[in-house]
T-cell receptor
Framework: DAGITQSPRHKVTETGTPVTLRCHQTENHRYMYWYRQDPGHGLRLIHYSYGVKDTDKGEVSDGYSVSRSKTEDFLLTLESATSSQTSVYFC??????????????FGSGTRLTVV | DQQVKQNSPSLSVQEGRISILNCDYTNSMFDYFLWYKKYPAEGPTFLISISSIKDKNEDGRFTVFLNKSAKHLSLHIVPSQPGDSAVYFCAARNSLRGSTLGRLYFGRGTQLTVWP
């Protein structure tokens, strides 16, 4: 079982408030990703990181920011939560971009409800 | 623009029969394909993969077929079991050098239900 944990597992927040979700890994993997899963949309990439302080935008990055100050932690922040950001958020880690060890390992997810 | 498409949102199969889940892609720079399985309230877990240089990969009850000319892959589960009921995501890796190298692109998923 890969060492990746997401916190919190569930959160309800009010519209307009900032929210931070945490992804913590103990695998020392370089690559980390944040996805959201919504009915009819599958998994969509929000932001990703290729190393400490090296982050970039994915497909649906508007309204989100990330930070990675340590290899093991990747934080996702909703600057001002909106109801459209109600979703299940998954963090994923990867050891490499290519090669035989390629593949994503996912956390268990955070269910976020914005009311 | 969806680069990986799973056109069947759901599939229902009787226990013991074959389940066939389909996936189409548009990007010729995809070089590696994976299937993930997801149970409710859990994260997706890796199931099986195939390199673009192969046309078949088998692992127990699970076989993935790749047709590069048609940009199509399928996952066969034989025999299907009730415990296989889950959402299955098809994913493809981009091999193009640049900011998207190694990124996985996911389909929208297919809900498989295996009934007794």
């Amino acid at each position: 079982d890969a060492g990746i944990t997401q916190s919190p597992r569930h959160k309800v927040t009010e519209t307009g408030t900032p929210v931070t979700l945490r992804c913590h890994q103990t695998e020392n993997h370089r690559y980390m990703y944040w996805y959201r899963q919504d009915p009819g949309h599958g998994l969509r990439l929000i932001h990703y990181s290729y190393g400490v302080k090296d982050t970039d935008k994915g497909e649906v990055s508007d309204g989100y920011s990330v930070s990675r100050s340590k290899t093991e932690d990747f934080l996702l922040t909703l600057e001002s939560a909106t109801s459209s950001q109600t979703s299940v958020y998954f963090c994923a880690i990867s050891e490499s971009l290519t090669g035989k060890n390629y593949g994503y390992t996912f956390g268990s997810g955070t269910r976020l409800t914005v009311v | 623009d969806q680069q990986v498409k799973q056109n069947s949102p759901s599939l229902s199969v009787q226990e013991g029969r074959i389940s066939i889940l389909n996936c189409d892609y548009t990007n010729s720079m995809f070089d590696y394909f994976l299937w993930y399985k997801k149970y409710p309230a859990e994260g997706p877990t890796f199931l099986i993969s195939i390199s673009s240089i192969k046309d078949k990969n088998e692992d127990g009850r699970f076989t993935v077929f790749l047709n590069k000319s048609a940009k199509h892959l399928s996952l066969h589960i034989v025999p299907s079991q009730p415990g296989d009921s889950a959402v299955y995501f098809c994913a493809a890796r981009n091999s193009l050098r640049g900011s998207t190298l190694g990124r996985l692109y996911f389909g929208r998923g297919t809900q498989l239900t295996v009934w007794p």
